[in-house]
């Protein structure tokens, strides 16, 4: 209900620019059509008891680059509780810059990469996705529940499950 009367407001909010409104359904877009989210089934809007979780999200634009990404609060509170506080945090395990300099001193050659919304990359698994449930509107314009299938920036878990697929994978 909050997730729905919020995404409501911010619609009224989003008509009165409509560049930002068509920036930010463009976005959500991209978010579907990667496969980093999907629409649940109308026998599936219910989820599973204990296991069901609606994310806030927003629009905001970067300063510099112009460019407006979605954000999904997973901090929000409602009733009580939030998605980050239901979970457990971990020690912060993105490496340290003056780590990550030394190391490229010791080989004679460096190799560097960056990989491109790294949190997105990750798949959840299916029992969590019910958890990073949100709203937003169908091809009709009616509102609609969607699921992230992968990892979000703002997750307590993310950053975890992120650096643990990485190291996994090297």
Aim: glycine letters at 8%.
């Amino acid at each position: 209900a909050q997730a729905t009367s919020r995404l409501n407001a911010q619609a009224r909010k989003l008509a009165r620019t409509p560049d930002e409104f068509s920036d930010c359904a463009a976005q959500v877009k991209g978010i579907m059509d990667s496969g980093r989210a999907e629409q649940i089934p109308d026998e599936e809007v219910h989820g599973p008891s204990g296991r069901t979780w609606y994310l806030m999200h927003h629009g905001v634009r970067h300063k510099r680059k112009g460019k407006l990404r979605v954000i999904f609060n997973a901090a929000a509170i409602y009733a009580g509780r939030s998605l980050n506080g239901a979970i457990r945090s971990c020690p912060d395990l993105l490496e340290k810059l003056l780590g990550i300099m030394i190391r490229f001193r010791e080989q004679e050659v460096a190799v560097s990469a960056d990989i491109e919304a790294f949190f997105h990359r990750v798949k959840m698994t299916a029992e969590d996705r019910d958890l990073n449930r949100f709203v937003w509107f169908d091809s009709s314009g009616r509102t609609a529940h969607y699921r992230m299938l992968s990892h979000l920036f703002g997750g307590t878990s993310s950053q975890a499950c992120a650096i643990n697929a990485r190291d996994a994978s090297i």
